[in-house]
């Protein structure tokens, strides 16, 4: 998944033992966590993420791609990006077996409803979500196809996992062929079928234009970074009512939701900062929020009953809020 600012304080995170720590492909490491003493983990579900804490209170979220139905481990997988904010260069770098790290969640922004078919497009680390999420098709009797693209097959991470699925794995690596057209093959899915894709920017749009030609939901997607995003609706302040206390704060045009309501001690858990992760999503009870996240579904925005304080402005003068 996505990138990170600050990590909250305190939050619910764990200290969690690295079992292992295995390469999977060129710049990619896979990380296996376990509780210390032994104990379960929390349950998650296909297209679940955690939160791992590093150096210098920020945070990254990585999507599970193990077992799901193994009660006490977790699995994820890191692409080492050097031109980055150094989070992952750290996990690759300086955590090694026997090290504890910091994890909440798990949290799931990218969950698999129920289909008679599957369509799944993954660019490069972008397969990591996907991987549960094709166990979980396969376990339902599912049928499902898997479009994966890469830079070359050395730098694609769990081929050798998704060999045993023959044909219905379709590898696009850079250096052997043109990428193929992923608009044309959102446009072309089954009816039916629902569409996943994880992977880069410039992925996801494509298969999101695409999107528009076919039914309501059917198609989801997750980002790594959060899209360019329009101007707010109101360049002026707004007034955020807090309905437990009756608290009014004002978010001038320079000022998140988030950071106003911390001037005023209120604390909201947040992750990512960015509208990627759904930590922060809360309760709206009057007012029209400005939605600017990357996760809620048209649904949920229409119905203007939550938002991401972290990006989320106000398109009225006042909102209340659920705190």
């Known amino acids: 998944m996505g990138s990170t ?14 079992t292992s720590r295995v390469v999977v492909a060129d710049g990619v490491v896979a990380f296996t966590l376990a509780d210390p003493h032994g104990g379960r983990l929390r349950e998650w579900t296909p297209g679940a993420h955690i939160d791992v804490v590093v150096p210098g209170g920020l945070t990254r979220q990585y999507s599970l791609c193990g077992d799901r139905f193994d009660p006490r481990t977790y699995r994820f997988a890191v692409r080492c990006d ?48 996907l ?14 196809t898997l479009e994966y693209c890469g830079r070359s097959r050395a730098a694609m991470a769990f ?20 990428r193929p057209d992923v608009e044309a093959l959102v446009r072309q899915a089954p009816p039916a079928a629902k569409v996943y894709c994880c992977g880069p920017a410039e992925m996801v749009a494509a298969v999101e234009r695409a999107a528009a030609g076919r039914p309501p939901g059917s ?20 007034e955020v009512v807090l309905a437990r206390s009756g608290r009014s704060v004002t978010v001038d045009p320079s000022t998140s939701v988030v950071q106003a309501l911390e001037r ?20 709206v009870l009057e007012g029209r929020p400005d939605h600017r ?3 809620l579904e048209p649904a949920e925005r229409a119905a203007d009953d939550c938002m991401l304080v972290c990006v989320s402005r106000s398109c009225s003068d006042e909102l209340v809020l659920d705190l």
């Open 5 to 18: 600012p600050a990590a909250p304080a305190g939050a619910s995170t764990a200290a969690l033992l690295v």
């Open 82 to 129: 050097r031109s980055g904010r150094g989070g992952s260069a750290h996990l690759h770098d300086s955590v090694q077996v026997g090290d504890l790290l910091e994890v909440g969640g798990p949290r799931n922004t990218f969950t698999l409803v129920p289909a008679e078919e599957y369509v799944f497009l993954a660019g490069g680390i972008g397969i990591t979500p």
């Open 131 to 144: 991987l549960p999420m094709i166990a979980q098709a396969e376990l339902l009797g599912a049928r499902w």
């Open 159 to 178: 081929l050798a996992e998704l060999a045993p699925h023959g044909d219905r794995v379709r590898v696009h690596a850079r250096d052997e062929a043109p």
């Open 219 to 238: 198609v989801r997607t997750e980002r790594f970074t959060a899209p360019q995003r329009p101007a707010p609706v109101r360049d002026g302040s707004f």
């Open 264 to 283: 005023v001690g209120v604390r909201v858990l947040t992750s990512c900062g960015q509208g990627l992760c759904g930590t922060c999503e809360t309760g």
């Open 293 to 295: 996240d990357s996760v």
